[in-house]
């Protein structure tokens, strides 16, 4: 089997040796030349970056890398490791990869909702469109989609590992969301931090 897990980073890091891993620079158009491969060829929302952060990356894999079976998204300070510490080989990704369609990151929980926790720390707003832009185009998500708003867990950084198949139509999914988004959401007065809106949402719609 082909497998590549592509490795987000917008700054030099210690790559891991292994094949596998490709480091991927996210945000090269507007960015300075890392010696990486770049998320800014061919099909690409590269500039977008400061809205999408390491999303733009997935996007990038989607549309231009075909040659694989398996497909992974980490992050430069997060990998998927087994039981002794080590980072995942392909033997280990390909046997879980037997028994479940997706690895991801672990579930963490909070004391809250996640409605909650988003209107604390974001404009509560942007995720009431969000809920309506699905309801709309994926009513078949609606029960689901009530079920994460309401919990109290997640899957944080956007890590996961799957076949390309289902990669890309999660991916398929996740932009025809944030596309419509994108003429809806104003962030022109949020600050730099807080106009990573779609690298928040997109936590969010892992799970659901």
């Known amino acids: 089997m082909n497998v590549k897990i592509f490795t987000m980073t917008h700054k030099k890091f210690d790559e891991p040796k292994n094949p596998i891993y490709i480091p991927l620079h996210v945000g090269r158009a ?13 099909d690409s929302i590269s500039e977008q970056n400061k809205y999408y952060r390491k999303i733009t ?3 990038w894999v989607w549309k231009n890398v075909q040659d694989v079976d398996i497909v992974g998204v980490c992050h430069y300070r997060r990998y998927f490791f087994n039981k002794k ?3 995942l080989n392909q033997n280990e990704y390909e046997k879980i990869l037997e028994d479940f369609d997706i690895i991801t990151s672990d579930e963490i929980k909070s004391d809250k909702s996640y409605r909650e926790s988003y209107g604390e720390a974001h404009n509560i707003n942007d995720l009431i469109l969000t809920e309506n832009v699905i309801k709309r185009k994926y009513p078949e998500y609606i029960t689901e989609l009530e079920r994460v708003f309401s919990g109290n867990s997640g899957y944080y950084g956007n890590l ?12 398929q999914w996740l932009f025809d969301i944030f596309f419509e988004l994108e003429k809806q959401i104003d962030v022109t007065s949020y600050d730099l931090y807080h106009r990573r809106i779609f690298g928040f949402l997109s936590e969010l719609l892992m799970k659901v």
């Open 30 to 42: 507007s960015a300075k030349d890392l010696g990486y491969l770049g998320d800014n060829t061919g």
């Open 57 to 59: 990356g997935v996007y």
């Open 85 to 87: 510490g080590a980072l």
């Open 160 to 171: 996961m590992v799957t076949s390309k198949d289902i990669f890309d139509a999660y991916a």
